[in-house]
């Protein structure tokens, strides 16, 4: 079964700080995709990045960064300098990727970001 | 790209009456729907997969008589929560599928049974 933990229930940050939200992952497949949302309080998702299991290259786009650790089974998420609109929930997610439908997201709990002045 | 439209965003009902929720795919065809749950600062809960022209897929614990999905169309896949209660009231958000690995995802349904 997959499952996917963010520890950190929530993190405040005086803005411009640097912060790495953690995500940990578990699965029995050797092939998956492990995603970030970001849930502002308006509740829509926005989807931020998709990573397939063979490509372990950090990615960088703009102030977001990731950091994909096979070894650790571990997607973090890091934010440079961040701002007051970055503050939302912030989801890592999960799915296999098999072929044939199906292939259904899990998601972690989330993390609770804030970023105050 | 591929955009999902879900409707209502916001809806009160009266307790024991039923409610729909309609997710559209409004520019490809959606052949797997996946219908999600959120209470308050809590994660999305899978409810069920449902695949078009065939019966949905319910997740363990989630009623099926009480949470009808029909996905009888490649654009349209509707959520009916029957007999709704007060412990009802919760976030519901569809998805799909796009391509091979890709999600999109509607922008969420806040119902509140009084």
């Known amino acids: 079964a997959q499952k996917v933990t963010q520890a950190q229930t929530e993190i405040s940050v005086v803005e411009k700080e640097d912060v790495t939200l953690d995500c940990v992952y578990e699965?029995?497949?050797?092939?998956?995709?492990l995603f970030w949302y970001k849930q502002p309080p308006s509740g829509e998702l926005v989807f931020l990045i998709r990573?397939?299991?063979?490509?372990?290259q950090n990615e960088i786009s703009g102030r977001y960064s990731w950091n994909f650790q096979k070894s650790t089974s571990s997607f973090n998420f890091t934010i440079t300098a961040s701002q007051v609109v970055d503050s939302a929930v912030y989801f890592c997610a999960l799915s296999e990727a098999r072929t044939g439908g199906g292939n259904k997201l899990t998601f972690g709990t989330g993390t609770q970001l804030k970023v105050e002045l | 790209g591929a955009v999902v439209s879900q409707h209502p965003s916001r809806v009160i009902c009266k307790s024991g009456t039923s409610v729909k929720i309609e997710c559209r795919s409004l520019?490809?065809?959606?052949?797997?729907m996946f219908w999600y749950r959120q209470f308050p600062k809590q994660s999305l809960m899978l409810m069920a997969t449902s695949n078009e022209g065939s019966k949905a897929t319910y997740e363990q614990g989630v009623e099926k008589d009480k949470f009808l999905i029909n996905h009888a169309s490649l654009t349209l896949s509707t959520l009916t929560v029957t007999s709704a209660h007060p412990e009802d009231s919760s976030f519901y958000i569809c998805?799909?599928?796009?391509?091979?690995?890709?999600?999109?995802f509607g922008s969420g349904t806040r119902l509140t049974v009084v």
């Open positions: 998805s799909a599928r796009v391509g091979f690995g890709g999600y999109t």
């Open positions: 520019d490809f065809q959606a052949t797997t």
């Open positions: 990573r397939n299991s063979f490509d372990e």
């Open positions: 699965t029995r497949d050797t092939t998956y995709y």
